[in-house]
């Protein structure tokens, strides 16, 4: 058996994309140095495994996002031929119900549009012979979970609905930019990861006022954006 020591682990040092080696080492003990050369590939082959996936959990989740219905939003049924039960501008109500022609009362919040329409057609099927419904979400305000609220020093601080590959760009072009008062390149994300709020900071003036876009990150359903005042 080989023990490594603090020699060797200088000598090979496993770095993400490359090994560092000492080739005159390798020669002189050249057991011991394929030994070790072993060791730095698997810990370098899990380093990579370990960002990899991280990478693709994002990614993934990211690409799959769906918009789920909330209250206040708006809705157009459409049943396909039949245009005495299909109608337009349904608000879902405060406790997530919408009534349509032939169904009183059906849960929409929480579900996506196909989800809702499936529904809807299950209970027009005592009705009508395999019903085709489609529902457009035709405005929208989402649960506190698909939206990015934004507090602090912007110039029309607000929630804002969550769409697919919002930016902080896109965010400050709809909150008006910062206040003269703004401390922008102090501000941060509040995001839920799990059980946990994880803060990033973020530089809002430097993408603002100087176009720094290494400064422009993607946003997530449900952040929080705050931004301090600056102290004088």
């Known amino acids: 058996m080989y023990v490594l020591d603090a020699r060797d682990l200088v000598r090979y040092t496993p770095i993400y994309g490359g090994l560092s080696v000492n080739a005159n080492h390798t020669t002189r003990h050249p057991i011991r140095a394929w030994l070790i050369l072993g060791i730095c590939l698997v810990s370098a082959a899990c380093g990579w495994l370990h960002n990899g996936s991280q990478t693709a959990t994002v990614a993934w989740s990211l690409q799959d996002y769906e918009y789920l219905i909330a209250p206040g939003d708006t809705l157009n049924v459409?049943?396909?031929?039949?245009?005495?039960?299909?109608v337009q501008n349904v608000p879902v109500r405060p406790d997530g119900m919408i009534s349509t022609p032939l169904v009183d009362d059906m849960i929409a919040s929480g579900k996506t549009s196909r989800q809702l329409a499936k529904d809807i057609a299950g209970a027009l099927a005592s009705y009508i012979k395999d019903p085709s419904v489609t529902v457009t979400v035709v405005e929208f305000v989402g649960g506190y979970a698909q939206q990015v609220r934004i507090v602090g020093e912007a110039v029309k601080p607000q929630a804002l609905p969550y769409k697919k590959h919002m930016t902080l760009l896109d965010v400050m072009i709809q909150v008006e930019g910062l206040t003269p008062y703004a401390d922008g390149n102090k501000a941060k994300i509040v995001r839920r990861v799990g059980e946990q709020d994880v803060e990033t900071r973020v530089r809002l003036e430097d993408l603002v006022k100087k176009g720094d876009m290494s400064a422009n990150l993607e946003i997530s359903p449900g952040d929080v954006?705050?931004?301090p005042e600056a102290w004088f």
């Open 78 to 86: 459409f049943v396909w031929q039949n245009p005495d039960v299909s």
């Open 225 to 227: 954006i705050i931004i």
